[in-house]
């Protein structure tokens, strides 16, 4: 199971620094955060808000309302418990970038490692039938068009993997990859691997 981002009380620490620097709405907040780790985490507005009511509630922060948007302010109290708490801040940091690479790297790793083997197993069908065919013209043609099956195939597996990286750090961005997003992906790769292999390997 991939472990949060943020470790118990650290979010709730760091939206305290987020207010100290200027009072923000609940959608700044997010954003800040997002821009703070070039992207890779945004919390969701479900992780935000009961943790800004529960600020409110200890009397670290005020809110106010600017026309239909809600304004959250640090208070004197709220900026004490900053300051008794600020060697904390740096260990944030590092425990989001660490957090974010770890699932970058699993589903970067099950990607390569699928494509990988794809690209071997049309390889070596390629060369068998290569070496099944007789010497001949028609041989010649079926390596041909062999080989241009093979390049096309590289070419549709590197858009797949360059598409579905994009389209993960786009849900990394909102906070929607699921905690069994490597195993699924490596689920169902498996699954695309073995209907290639029994189309062109036929019984």
């Not at 997010?30 to 992780?47: E, V």
């Not at 008794?84 to 740096?90: I, V």
């Amino acid at each position: 199971m991939t472990p949060p981002v943020f470790s118990h009380g650290s979010l709730r620490l760091y939206l305290l620094s987020l207010l100290a620097e200027q009072p923000r709405h609940g959608y700044e907040l997010i954003q800040a955060l997002s821009d703070r780790f070039g992207g890779t985490y945004s919390p969701s507005a479900g992780t935000i808000y009961p943790r800004l009511a529960k600020l409110e509630e200890e009397g670290l922060v005020t809110k106010i309302s600017d026309g239909r948007k809600t304004v959250y302010e640090i208070t004197d109290a709220g900026r004490a418990e900053l300051a008794s708490r600020l060697d904390e801040l740096g260990n944030i940091e590092n425990e989001v970038t660490d957090s974010v690479r770890r699932l970058a790297d699993e589903v970067r790793s099950g990607v390569n490692a699928a494509m990988k083997s794809l690209r071997a197993d049309l390889a070596s069908a390629a060369r068998e039938a290569k070496s099944e065919s007789k010497s001949s013209d028609s041989e010649s043609n079926l390596h041909t068009e062999s080989n241009r099956a093979l390049h096309e195939a590289d070419m549709v597996l590197n858009e797949f993997r360059q598409q579905l990286r994009a389209d993960l750090r786009t849900a990394a961005y909102r906070s929607r990859v699921p905690a069994d997003t490597v195993s699924e992906l490596r689920r169902q790769l498996d699954a695309v691997r073995s209907s290639i292999l029994a189309s062109i390997n036929p019984r």
